[in-house]
């Protein structure tokens, strides 16, 4: 059986010989249960993400957006409604891990029976607060962690510092004369999820989706009958059939099993993975409870616009800027090794290389996989700064673009999926016994080689999301005028990634970080050197 299929548990249908065997995509007929639930186990990717995540929600995605709307259209009821209709069309938000052993993890998801069922679901995972942005994404990622195996997903809104009243779980059908035009108030959303889901690109295309239902010109009696049609027919009795939670992304590729082309592509990963070149870290400081800090800039529409421009003359986009911004600013304070390579990583959209039709229409899913840039180290006293800097963006761009379109992405991606999947279950069971006092450390492995290895370390890691207006129809919720967008993970100790965007017409660029786990003095003149560099290189 393909190790990422669904299964369907359904108590209502009858079972015979022939049909009581598991099938791909298909139907299982348990009499255990009252409901019929869906369920998979969770592939490579996703397992590297899970395990991870259990003792304190390390990648736990979140995505904050700060917006002006009419009182009216924020109201719980309306949120409650958008929220249940987007839970059924991408079950992952709304399913639960079940997890029995490090190799058998599952995704399972119960339809709701009702409508009724579909917003008790949705209110249980929607929380009104009134905080501001910095004090949502500080609870976020510094307190007590919000998701778990039982809740995937959760949304929070901030009302901007009123306190509305919770209306009945299942409102009544409401005219569109029952929501008068009321005044609008600066509002908080902070839409969070577990990063084995899914990534940014279904983050965002979700928001939109949200805005676009919360924002459009449906009245609370439309959307109440969208819910009811889509529960219908996306997980009505009839579905039972043929309903499918969304492809691991292992499985969203049609693989050539014979051991000759295996041998191959493992050859090429051991060979790609042995350039990676880099010598630099941020130096780590002694241990201390995590805390992230997310310092972020904006440019205006003017500045920004000014920047695009000079990249585009220049070739390069600002995501291979961006790179050579990074490398500039750590040139520029680095007084040890010049000799060796500095190495960023990034991540990597998958969905274009999919040869598989999934058997379900959400995006929310896992699709990402990572890829290097390595420059140099040393700044050329011979070379005026702004050559050597449009250089190594032009480098940047071949290197990022050589990785996407290289012939053997699929199996690297595979391969790399692979290798992570198998750590993040060696390490969990290492976790685990250490918690239970029963780890013994294994025996050291004899050096098989006694030559000097060539380090193979990343600074930092970019997350290079791009125009995020394109995927952000604003036009389709005129009356919610969305201004602030920040995005970004609890990390794990140590963590640092750096975010670039465009949103709103403005560039943003964010640096998100644990605050204790490096040398503070270098982590700030580093995003110091960051900030410089982009006033001197491509603001003038």
Same mark, same amino acid.
């Given at each position: ?42 592939? @490579? ?29 924020? %109201? !719980?009821?309306?949120? !409650? ?42 209110? !249980? ?126 499985? @969203? ?68 800027? $961006?790179?050579?911004?990074? @490398? ?9 090794? =010049? ?10 959209? $998958?969905? =274009? ?58 199996? %690297? ?6 290798? !992570? ?14 918690? %239970? ?104």
């Amino acid at each position: 059986m393909n190790p990422s299929s669904s299964v369907l548990l359904d108590a209502s249908c009858n079972v015979s010989d022939e049909d009581s065997e598991v099938k791909v995509q298909g139907s299982y007929c348990s009499y255990q249960t009252d409901t019929w639930k869906v369920e998979r186990p969770l592939g @490579n990717s996703e397992l590297s993400y899970f395990l991870p995540s259990r003792a304190s929600g390390v990648n736990d995605m979140y995505l904050h957006l700060g917006f002006v709307a009419p009182e009216h259209l924020v %109201r !719980r009821a309306r949120v !409650r409604m958008v929220w249940a209709i987007l839970r059924i069309r991408h079950p992952l938000l709304a399913s639960k891990v079940v997890m029995h052993d490090y190799d058998d993890v599952k995704f399972v998801f119960t339809p709701p029976q009702s409508p009724e069922d579909a917003l008790v679901d949705a209110d !249980r995972n929607l929380e009104y607060r009134i905080s501001t942005k910095d004090e949502l994404i500080d609870s976020y990622l510094n307190g007590t962690r919000t998701l778990s195996n039982d809740r995937v997903s959760y949304l929070v809104v901030s009302q901007g510092g009123t306190s509305l009243p919770s209306p009945p779980l299942t409102p009544r059908s409401t005219p569109s004369f029952d929501e008068p035009e009321s005044p609008s108030y600066n509002h908080d959303l902070m839409i969070c999820a577990a990063h084995f889901l899914g990534d940014g690109m279904a983050l965002h295309q979700f928001a939109n989706d949200f805005f676009g239902l919360l924002g459009g010109d449906k009245t609370i009696s439309d959307l109440e009958t969208q819910l009811k049609e889509e529960l219908s027919s996306r997980w009505g009795g009839d579905s039972a059939s043929t309903a499918a939670l969304p492809n691991a992304l292992e499985d @969203n590729f049609t693989v050539n099993r014979s051991k000759l082309r295996r041998t191959i592509e493992k050859v090429d990963f051991q060979l790609s993975q042995q350039r990676l070149v880099g010598g630099h870290t941020f130096r780590r400081q002694a241990k201390r409870p995590r805390h992230t800090i997310v310092p972020t800039v904006s440019y205006d529409p003017e500045r920004t616009t000014s920047i695009l421009k000079k990249c585009k003359a220049h070739g390069v986009s600002v995501s291979a800027a $961006l790179f050579a911004i990074c @490398n500039i600013a750590w040139a520029k304070m680095c007084s040890e090794k =010049p000799d060796l390579s500095m190495m960023m990583y990034s991540a990597l959209n $998958l969905r =274009p290389y999919f040869t598989v039709k999934p058997a379900n229409d959400s995006y929310w899913f896992l699709a990402v996989s990572y890829f290097n840039v390595i420059l140099p180290t040393f700044i050329p006293r011979s070379i005026e700064l702004s050559s050597v800097f449009w250089h190594r963006a032009r480098v940047a761009k071949e290197q990022s673009t050589r990785a996407a379109k290289n012939r053997m992405i699929v199996s %690297r991606s595979l391969l790399m999926a692979e290798e !992570r999947g198998q750590r993040a279950r060696l390490w969990a069971k290492e976790d685990d016994e250490r918690e %239970r006092g029963t780890f013994v450390p294994p025996a050291p492995v004899p050096a098989a080689d006694t030559a000097i290895c060539t380090p193979s370390a990343a600074l930092i890691g970019l997350s290079l999301l791009g125009n995020l207006d394109g995927i952000y129809k604003h036009g389709t919720f005129p009356a919610i005028k969305v201004h602030t967008l920040t995005t970004g993970s609890r990390q794990r100790s140590g963590g640092m990634l750096l975010f670039g965007y465009t949103f709103a017409g403005k560039l943003w660029i964010s640096l998100g970080y644990d605050v204790n786990g490096f040398e503070k003095v270098m982590v700030e003149q580093f995003w110091e050197n960051v900030l410089q560099t982009m006033d001197e290189l491509l603001m003038k």
